[in-house]
């Protein structure tokens, strides 16, 4: 079964590219099937893991930044893949 973990957050104001360059040098206890990077206007970074596990296993997640890299608490969710297609 594969699980994707979602971590997304908003940069304090004029941070962004400090953010991302943060999320992109946090490394996980365990390496996923993949991992991507996103950014996005409003200064928002999205990073998602890939994992062949159960919906409900104990992953590595990304951390919490500084409270003062963000302007707000992270957002993350988990995901079960239902299919994949071309």
Known sequence: MTVALMWEARAAEGRG????????AQWLAADPLRRETFAASGDRVLVITWWDADPDADLPELP????????????????????VEP
Request: hydrophobic share 45%; aromatic share 10%.
């Open 64 to 83: 919490e930044p500084d409270a003062a890299l963000v302007q707000r608490p992270v957002h993350r969710w988990r995901f079960e893949s239902v299919g």
């Open 17 to 24: 590219a400090e953010l991302l360059e943060w999320a992109r």
